[in-house]
């Protein structure tokens, strides 16, 4: 039995210190089993200090959706994070910031520092608690481009990528990243934005890879041109994860030079007229999503349904379609990185799990996609 699917046990067993603290619980073993243990750390410490503070712990108690798909302890550690970079709580720095997190640090000056942020910083952190999500982190797109690899195994189109839920759009720069899968190199040749996830199981296939066009959507797109989006995008990675925060940081760099195209509005409506629009024969249509579905309404991921499989109905060999979605399983012990494709032939939309991954694309257990050569 892996240690994932034992988080989905610890979810359905009861909670006695109350519902945030239990989740806490759970996302502090997910971090400790991914071996990150600065955040395990840091959650544990806000498990025992939040009953402390009732004006913030009474809100979290009665957060009127799941506290797991609304991210709520992501939005805790931005608030922390923020308040870190700010040096307004010293004690949080050993935590957070670069160099300094090198140890775990002791349980009571940690209590003490959390319980500073949320006793001294309250409306700041419920301001952090108001806010969405927006992490972005690029290095997913490695399963992407791993995906488009293989399915130009079958033919050489081009293709042209949809994002939702694309925040800053630094994922729709791929093609300008140097991305190293297992053997291979896709991507630029030289660049800033350097991606090198740990490569398990089957080899991918080396093939050219031709990007048309990428563009995406986002609900609330994230502003590059805005310094304190910056920062607040920089606010949602956990303590000592600094390689993220300088892969990041490089994407960002990039994306001043090469501003990717993220329209303003709700998924499910901007696919549906991107799907209507023409399709050149010879180009791939390829929608790419990651961790995005646990935070919109099932009534929208009905609606997205609906868009795929009006699309897919329409879909031929010479204009394919193809859906790229990196999420939570159901019982969310794992992250399946999922490929569905539609070109006219009679298993058409059918999901097949490519790899098994981690949350933030560190590693690939690539299976492939089983197609012919």
Not at 189 to 203: M, N, T
Not at 288 to 294: G, I, P, R, T
Request: aromatic share 6%; with cysteine; hydrophobic share 45%.
């Amino acid at each position: 039995m892996s240690l994932l699917f034992k988080f989905s046990e610890l979810e359905s067993a009861p909670q006695a210190q109350g519902r945030m603290c239990g989740q806490l619980a759970i996302e502090a073993a997910k971090a400790e089993a991914f071996g990150k243990p600065l955040p395990a750390a840091m959650m544990r410490s806000l498990a025992r200090v939040l009953p402390q503070v009732p004006a913030i712990y009474a809100q979290l108690e009665a957060w009127p959706g799941d506290l797991a798909y609304d991210a709520v302890t992501f939005r805790l550690n931005a608030g922390l994070h923020a308040l870190a970079r700010s040096g307004r709580v010293s004690g949080l720095k050993e935590l957070f910031l670069p160099g300094q997190a090198s140890h775990v640090p002791a349980g009571k000056s940690l209590d003490a520092a959390v319980l500073e942020a949320l006793a001294d910083h309250g409306d700041h952190m419920l301001g952090w608690l108001a806010r969405p999500t927006q992490t972005n982190e690029v290095a997913r797109v490695a399963g992407l481009v791993a995906t488009l690899l293989e399915l130009s195994r079958r033919d050489r189109f081009a293709c042209e990528v949809l994002e939702l839920g694309a925040s800053a759009g630094l994922n729709l720069n791929f093609p300008h990243y140097s991305i190293e899968l297992g053997g291979i190199t896709a991507g630029a040749a030289i660049s800033s934005v350097k991606l090198r996830p740990e490569w398990r199981g089957q080899a991918v296939a080396a093939r050219s890879l031709t990007v048309h066009q990428t563009r995406g959507v986002d609900l609330h797109p994230v502003d590059l041109a805005d310094t304190a989006a910056r920062t607040r995008l920089r606010c949602y990675i956990w303590p000592g994860e600094h390689q993220r925060s300088v892969r990041l940081d490089a994407a960002v760099a990039l994306a001043e030079h090469r501003m990717p195209r993220v329209d303003k509005g709700r998924a499910s409506t901007w696919l549906e007229a991107e799907l209507a629009e023409p399709q050149l024969a010879g180009v791939r249509r390829v929608v790419f999503h990651s961790m995005v579905l646990q935070y919109i309404t099932a009534q929208e991921r009905a609606h997205i349904e609906s868009a795929f499989a009006a699309a897919g109905a329409n879909a031929t060999k010479e204009r394919p379609l193809a859906r790229v979605s990196m999420e939570w399983s159901a019982d969310r012990s794992q992250v399946e990185l999922t490929v569905r494709q539609w070109c006219g032939a009679k298993d058409d939309g059918m999901p097949v799990i490519a790899a098994i991954c981690h949350p933030y694309g560190e590693w690939f257990d690539w299976a492939g996609l089983r197609l012919d050569s």
